[in-house]
């Protein structure tokens, strides 16, 4: 009896599939996932999509499916926050200014002169800021997955504004969200709000004579053919995000939950290709006849001043949780003074 028993079991082991034997689970089915952003064609976020595509095709075996709406095929951020909020996208990208719109308190890592530098950017923001932006965005249905760095804010004019005093009374047009608009109204501008497909008209027609951009959409969309001054003055520090839905997340299977938190280009690559990409597109408008004006940190000290002023009633205009995030930024600042000051003791 037992010896047939025994011949049962061994019977049903060998018939069993390798991998149930070892305790791997099968693959899942195959479904499709709406992918949904709002970047430049041709810009540094095609080649970070197409990364993306390869690996979740590459790591499912073709059984996901990707529907890529990452050109503004559904509109502007506000409308890809949407989408990501209600389902009808699942993973993506949105700028600053979409994000803000339910989670106000981000628009604090946007406001003039917060940060010295690069190197202390990185630092707060990776050791201080962000977990604190996740439980935010947690509260709002969506998994925040990483930052998509856009990059530093400059101002641009059809002629030089390499000082405060260049920019009093100028036509100058802000970016549809409170941090710009007191940054130009600090600078003493004549601030005009216009939505983005107006800008080039503006400057045509005379409307506008500048604004405030990021280097990226300066170049890509044309601004500097109309514009030809670039000033770095780097007084802000523009940031997307990669967002997924949390419902949707949470209902996949872990090995494709997995997959499809794993496969975008993680934060350090992100970082990197940006910045080089950014030095490129500044080569290249360059090339074109865009004069880039280039300042010290002694031209940059009368913009900090005048901007940084702002920073009080921006907390209060923002509201919500901003005063701590502010409170984070600071204390992040604090360690990474120190941290620098105990290195250069010990060298």
């Not at 027609?205 to 000033?231: F, V, W």
């Amino acid at each position: 009896m037992i010896r047939d028993l025994f011949g049962v079991l061994a019977a049903i082991l060998i018939a069993l599939p390798a991998a149930a034997q070892i305790g791997e689970q099968p693959p899942g089915p195959a479904f499709d996932v709406t992918v949904v952003a709002n970047a430049p064609p041709g810009g540094p976020g095609d080649k970070l999509w197409r990364m993306f595509e390869d690996a979740v095709a590459e790591k499912s075996s073709g059984r996901i499916t990707l529907q890529m709406l990452v050109h503004g095929q559904i509109g502007g951020d506000d409308l890809v926050m949407q989408a990501l909020r209600r389902g009808r996208g699942q993973i993506g990208i949105v700028a600053e200014s979409g994000l803000a719109q339910v989670v106000p308190e981000v628009s604090v890592l946007n406001m003039p002169y917060l940060f010295d530098s690069p190197a202390e950017l990185d630092f707060v923001v990776d050791q201080f800021v962000t977990p604190a932006v996740s439980e935010l965005v947690a509260h709002k249905g969506l998994v925040f997955q990483q930052w998509i760095e856009i990059g530093w804010m400059n101002v641009y004019g059809k002629q030089a504004l390499t000082t405060p005093r260049d920019a009093d009374g100028y036509r100058l047009r802000a970016l549809p969200y409170e941090t710009s608009q007191a940054f130009l109204k600090a600078i003493g501008a004549d601030v005009i709000n216009l939505s983005f497909p107006d800008v080039i008209p503006g400057l045509q027609t005379g409307l506008i004579d500048g604004g405030e951009s990021s280097t990226l959409m300066y170049a890509r969309a044309g601004l500097y053919q109309e514009a030809p001054h670039l000033t770095l003055t780097r007084h802000a520090y523009s940031f997307g995000a990669l967002l997924a839905n949390a419902e949707w997340l949470a209902g996949l299977a872990p090995e494709d939950r997995g997959i499809m938190t794993s496969s975008f280009p993680d934060q350090r690559f992100v970082r990197k290709d940006t910045r080089d990409s950014l030095v490129l597109e500044l080569d290249a408008v360059e090339q074109e006849g865009v004069t880039v004006h280039r300042l010290s940190s002694a031209d940059i000290r009368p913009w900090a001043e005048l901007a940084r002023a702002t920073h009080k009633d921006l907390l209060a205009a923002l509201g919500g949780d901003s005063q701590r995030i502010y409170d984070l930024v600071q204390e992040g600042k604090a360690a990474f003074a120190e941290q620098r000051g105990a290195a250069a003791g010990g060298n």
